[in-house]
C-alpha cells in the first residue's frame, strides 16, 4: 500500500538538532561576539517561539527581509560598534543604524524628497509602522542583551541574565516550553555546584556559552531510541534489544568494520598489542553480532553491489562475507538481490522481492507513457477585456511562459528574489552594472550632476563610501557618460510622449509610446541589445507605424564596454495593422495555452533555418542557445517547466519563430550597416 506515512525515529541526536529553540539560544549567546549581521537577525526569526514573542507572522518574513535588503542593512549596529569591535571605518553605510533611518525617514518626508541630509529615504507607508515597531522592538532587545553579555559575571549573575533573556525573547508552546525548562534546570544546577564548592570568580562568556553549547549538545538518546515505528540509530555497545527486524545498511567493504585514523603523535600505536588495548575493529565485530541476535524476525542487510562509475561488482563488508560463508556451509546459500540504481526503474514494480514506497515513481510509471506537457487540459476561456493597452501587449512579449502563469494561473516561480547579503558590495555582477548604469543614465538625462548621483547610490547603500565604492561609481558613470554620447545627437528635435488607439478586428488597442519625434522615435537600454530585449521596442513601433507614424526608431544599448546602435526602419501602415493583428492573435492564443517563444532559442532556430534550410540542423543550434549555462532559456524555471525539449522545438515552433521574427528582421538595420 502506498497510503499513509510510515512513523520513525532517530535516536544519538543532540537537543540542539531536534530544538530551533535550544540552537537559536546559541546564536542569542554568540551575540556578544558577532557581527549582527542580516542573515544572523532574520535566522532568528524563524524560530517560531522568537517570532511569536515579538508578534511577527510568518508572513511578515518576507516584507521584513525586503526592507533589509532595499534598505542596504548588511551588518553592525552602528558605525562606532563597527569601528570598537572590529577595527574598521566607523562610518554608519549598511549597518543596522543605516537602514533604520531611511525607513523612519521615508515614513516622515517620503521618498520623492530625495537625499536629505546624506540621508536617502526609502519609500515607507502607514501601513507599515505596526511591523517597523515589531522590528524595532526585536532590535531594541538585541542590542540591550549585547551590551550585559559581554561582561564576566559570576555563575548566579549568568542564571539571572539568562533566565531574563529567556522570558524576553521566547514565547513557548506545547514541547518547546521543555526545551526552556531544560536550560533552566541545568542554570540551577551549575548555581548549586558553584554553591557548594565556594566558587564566586567570575566566568567569561566564551566559557559560560561553551557550557551552555555542551548542555545544549548532550545527547537525548535515551528518549528517542524506542519512540515507536523505525528506529534509525549507530550501532554502540549494550544496545542489544530484540526487535522483530533488525536492518543494517551500508555494510560496504572497506567502511565496516571502522578503520581507525592513527595520529602520528599517539605513541600507544608504536607498541606490540597487548591484551585489554581497545581495538575498533574487534568492537565492531561484537556490534555486528549483537546487532544479529537482536533480530527476531528477520534480519536485512544492505551494500553497496556496484561501483556507481564502471558499474563493476563490490564485495560487501568482511563480516558480511563470513556470515554468507558460514550460513551457505550449515543451510541453504542465502539469496542475495540486486537492486537498480535508480528509484524509478520499473524492475521495481515487477519482481515481489523488490518492494518500494516511492508513490511518486509508481504514478509516474502508471501514466501515459512519454513525456507529458505541463498544460494538458483544454485552453483556458479568453478573459474579459483581455486586451486593452499596448504596455499589456508588450509585458506579454517580453516572456509569454510567465505571464501565462501568473495573470491565467496565478501561479509564480519566480526565484527567491531577497537575497540577504551580510557584507557590502565590494563588486558589481552584471545585473548590479545593468541597474546602476542604467540608473545613472536616466539621472544625467535629467540634469542631476555626476556628484548627486553618486551620493545619492552612497547614501542608499548601493556603493560603498570609500575608493573602492567611487571607482564603482566613476566607472558605472563612464559607461552611461559613453551611451550619453550616442543618444544626445537624436535629442536635438523635441520627443514627446505618442499616444494612439487602434480598432483590430474585434479588439481595441490603445497605448502610449515614449521618446517620439518628428524625425526618429528613441529607444535607450544599459545593457545588452539581445532578441528578447529587442521585441518590446519593436511591438511599439509596429503600433506607432500602424496608427500612421512613418519614421524610424533608434535603438541603443551596450555590451561589455562597447555601445550596440541599431533601428528599426519605416512599414507601411498597412503592413504594420497587419502584422499588429498576428501579435494580438499570438496573444490571445497565449492566453488560452502557453505560447512556447523563449525568444533566444526561438529566434537561433528560426536564424540558423533560414541560413542552412536543414530543420534537424537548426533544432541542433537552437539546444545549444537553450542549454547555455550563461543565461540560456533552459535555465529559466518557466520554461523548464512548460516546454519538452528537444521535442517543442519543431515544425510548429518554426513556423511561430518565423511569424514574430521575421518581420523584426526584415526592419531592422545594424549600427555598422550604412543608415
Not at 233 to 260: H, W
Not at 348 to 371: C, H, I, M, R
Not at 627 to 654: F, I, K
Request: one cysteine or more.
Amino acid at each position: 500500500s502506498f497510503t499513509g506515512k510510515i512513523p520513525f525515529g532517530i535516536a544519538d541526536q543532540s537537543r540542539k538538532n531536534q530544538s530551533t529553540v535550544l540552537s537559536s539560544i546559541v546564536t542569542l549567546l554568540a551575540l556578544g561576539h558577532s557581527r549582527l549581521t542580516s542573515i544572523e537577525i532574520m535566522g532568528l526569526l524563524e524560530v517560531p517561539a522568537i517570532a511569536r514573542k515579538f508578534g511577527i507572522k510568518p508572513t511578515d518574513i518576507d516584507q521584513l527581509e525586503a526592507w533589509i535588503s532595499e534598505t542596504g542593512i548588511r551588518w553592525e549596529w552602528d558605525g562606532d560598534t563597527k569601528a570598537a569591535n572590529w577595527n574598521v571605518p566607523g562610518t554608519d553605510q549598511n549597518t543596522w543604524l543605516f537602514g533604520i533611518q531611511r525607513m523612519l525617514m521615508g515614513l516622515m518626508i517620503g521618498q520623492e524628497q530625495g537625499l536629505y541630509e546624506q540621508h536617502m529615504p526609502y519609500d515607507m507607508t502607514s501601513g507599515d509602522i505596526p511591523l517597523l515597531e515589531k522590528l524595532l522592538a526585536l532590535l531594541n532587545q538585541l542590542t540591550q542583551l549585547r551590551k550585559r553579555l559581554k561582561q564576566a559575571k559570576t555563575a548566579r549573575q549568568w542564571q539571572q541574565l539568562l533566565n531574563q533573556m529567556l522570558r524576553d525573547f521566547y514565547l513557548c508552546r506545547d514541547a518547546e516550553g521543555l526545551d526552556l525548562d531544560h536550560i533552566k534546570s541545568s542554570l540551577t544546577k551549575l548555581v548549586d555546584d558553584m554553591d557548594t564548592c565556594q566558587f564566586n570568580q567570575p566566568v567569561s562568556l566564551k566559557l559560560m556559552s561553551y557550557w551552555i553549547q555542551k548542555k545544549i549538545e548532550e545527547s537525548a538518546s535515551s528518549m528517542r531510541f524506542i519512540a515507536g515505528g523505525i528506529t534509525f540509530a549507530t550501532l554502540v555497545p549494550m544496545r542489544s534489544i530484540p526487535f522483530r527486524m533488525v536492518c543494517l545498511i551500508g555494510m560496504n567493504d572497506g567502511e565496516y568494520p571502522r578503520k581507525k585514523a592513527i595520529s602520528p603523535f599517539d605513541l600507544m600505536t608504536r607498541t606490540p598489542y597487548r591484551k585489554g588495548d581497545q581495538s575498533r575493529r574487534q568492537d565492531d565485530r561484537y556490534l555486528f553480532l549483537e546487532a544479529l541476535l537482536s533480530a527476531r524476525q528477520q534480519l536485512y542487510i544492505s551494500y553497496q553491489g556496484r561501483n556507481i562509475r564502471d558499474n563493476k561488482l563490490c564485495p560487501a563488508s568482511v563480516l558480511v562475507g563470513e556470515l554468507k560463508d558460514y550460513c551457505s556451509s550449515v543451510f541453504s546459500p542465502i539469496p542475495v538481490i540486486d537492486h537498480p540504481l535508480q528509484p524509478f526503474s520499473t524492475r521495481y514494480y515487477q519482481d515481489e522481492n523488490l518492494p518500494t514506497f516511492a508513490q511518486e515513481w509508481y504514478a509516474g510509471l502508471t501514466s501515459v507513457k512519454g513525456t507529458r506537457a505541463f498544460i494538458d487540459s483544454k485552453p483556458l476561456t479568453l478573459p474579459e477585456n483581455d486586451l486593452a493597452s499596448l504596455q499589456e501587449l508588450v509585458q506579454f512579449y517580453r516572456h509569454p511562459g510567465r505571464y501565462f502563469m501568473k495573470q491565467r494561473l496565478n501561479v509564480s516561480l519566480d526565484p527567491y528574489t531577497t537575497a540577504l547579503s551580510e557584507s557590502e558590495s565590494f563588486s558589481q555582477d552584471p545585473l548590479d552594472k545593468y541597474l546602476l548604469t542604467q540608473s545613472a543614465l536616466t539621472a544625467l538625462l535629467k540634469g542631476v550632476s555626476e556628484n548627486t548621483w553618486a551620493a545619492e547610490q552612497i547614501a542608499s547603500g548601493t556603493i560603498m563610501d570609500n575608493a573602492a565604492g567611487h571607482s564603482l561609481a566613476r566607472s558605472n558613470l563612464s559607461q552611461a557618460k559613453m551611451l550619453l554620447e550616442e543618444i544626445n545627437p537624436y535629442l536635438d528635435e523635441d520627443l514627446k510622449p505618442y499616444q494612439a488607439t487602434l480598432e483590430l478586428d474585434d479588439v481595441s488597442l490603445s497605448g502610449e509610446v515614449s521618446l517620439v519625434g518628428d524625425r526618429h522615435r528613441l529607444y535607450f537600454r544599459a545593457g545588452l541589445l539581445a532578441k528578447r530585449h529587442l521585441l518590446g521596442p519593436w511591438i511599439e513601433h509596429v503600433f506607432l507605424h500602424a496608427s500612421g507614424y512613418q519614421q524610424q526608431s533608434i535603438i541603443i544599448g551596450r555590451e561589455r564596454s562597447d555601445v550596440q546602435q541599431g533601428r528599426f526602419t519605416a512599414i507601411k501602415q498597412t503592413h504594420a495593422r497587419t502584422i499588429l493583428q498576428r501579435l494580438t492573435k499570438r496573444y490571445r492564443q497565449g492566453n488560452r495555452s502557453p505560447l512556447l517563444l523563449p525568444a533566444d532559442t526561438l529566434y537561433s532556430l528560426y536564424a540558423n533555418y533560414q541560413s542552412s534550410g536543414d530543420l534537424d540542423q537548426a533544432v541542433e543550434k537552437a539546444m545549444a542557445k537553450w542549454s547555455h549555462e550563461m543565461g540560456g532559456d533552459g535555465t529559466d524555471p518557466y520554461w523548464q517547466r512548460l516546454m519538452r525539449v528537444p521535442e517543442d522545438l519543431n515544425q510548429q515552433a518554426l513556423t511561430l519563430a518565423q511569424e514574430i521574427f521575421q518581420p523584426l528582421d526584415t526592419h531592422w538595420v545594424d549600427s555598422d550597416v550604412d543608415q
